[in-house]
């Protein structure tokens, strides 16, 4: 019994040897400078830069393998506390960019083309037939981006429609990656003038499927800048890059050009529904 119980000891007292030399030889050094980075992360954990968390961010930015500015939650605050630990001078962030939902097609506005009674999610319903709205490029308002989103920012509107809320917006992309019809696009914050519809469909199929289509008529093309909207397959695209004044959107005679400023989320709603 002794013999056994001293047998037991010893091979204890060998083991706690073993596991203290592996701690010693296997030790990952971590640099302070990335807890201090850490600290002034927003500690969302949510992705969006990359990393699958702040503190894998905080080291590559001590190591040097990351900008100070690669956190986009973070944005100017964390990247200038960041520069105060690197010691690097950090001269101010690009533009903010914001999350916007390209269907204006919510349910009073675009036809269906089957009930559906499925599981409430975005990808399941797509997979019968690319969703029950009868426009197959449309939003299909069950909210699997607002499901993805970490800061809240997605609300689905009682008529069926994603609508971003540009103040908690902070661009990680997220909905993007969810979003099954890829109608999530981030765009600079502030702008004013939108065209919400993302159908490729031709102007007379476009119109029967739904009452705010991009028709292809191409009137705002021709009454904004040079440059500033292009046709892409039947389907009007700004160019984020360019002013475009208000009064191109009253050129439209389907009302799919909205002008709200994207970081006034109650603007959305007055102008006419949509995201
Ligand atoms: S924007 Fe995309 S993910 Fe969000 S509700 Fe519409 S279809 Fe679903
Ligand atoms: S709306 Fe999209 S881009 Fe904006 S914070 Fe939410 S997931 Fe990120």
Request: proline residues 4%.
């Amino acid at each position: 019994m002794l013999t056994a119980v001293i047998a037991l000891a010893g091979l204890g007292l060998l083991g706690s040897l073993g596991l203290a030399i592996a701690a010693r030889v296997f030790a990952v050094e971590t640099d302070p400078r990335a807890e201090e980075i850490e600290e002034v992360l927003p500690g969302a954990n949510c992705g969006a830069c990359g990393k699958p968390g702040c503190f894998d961010l905080a080291r590559e930015i001590a190591r040097g393998n990351a900008d100070i500015d690669a956190c986009p939650v973070g944005g100017e605050k964390a990247a200038k506390a960041i520069g105060k630990i690197m010691g690097i001078d950090f001269s101010g962030g690009g533009e903010r960019y914001v999350a916007l939902v390209l269907c204006a097609g919510d349910n009073k506005e675009a036809l269906k083309k089957y009930q559906y009674n499925g599981i409430y999610d975005c990808v399941s319903v797509d997979m019968f037939f690319g969703g029950d709205k009868a426009c197959s490029y449309g939003c299909l308002g069950l909210g699997t981006c607002a499901g993805a989103c970490p800061f809240g920012a997605i609300d689905i509107l009682p008529e069926g429609i994603a609508k971003v809320d540009s103040d908690k917006c902070t661009g990680c992309g997220k909905c993007i990656e969810a979003c099954p019809k890829g109608i999530i696009k981030l765009v600079p914050a502030g702008r004013n003038v939108h065209i919400l519809c993302s159908s490729h469909d031709k102007g007379a199929a476009a119109k029967k499927k739904c009452r705010v289509a991009c028709i292809g008529c191409q009137k705002c093309v021709k009454a904004a800048p040079e440059g500033a909207i292009h046709m892409d397959d039947f389907l009007a695209v700004i160019n984020y890059d360019a002013e475009i004044p208000e009064s191109v959107a009253g050129e439209c005679p389907m009302g799919t050009i909205k002008v709200f400023k994207t970081e006034d989320s109650a603007g959305q709603e007055t102008a006419g529904g949509g995201s």
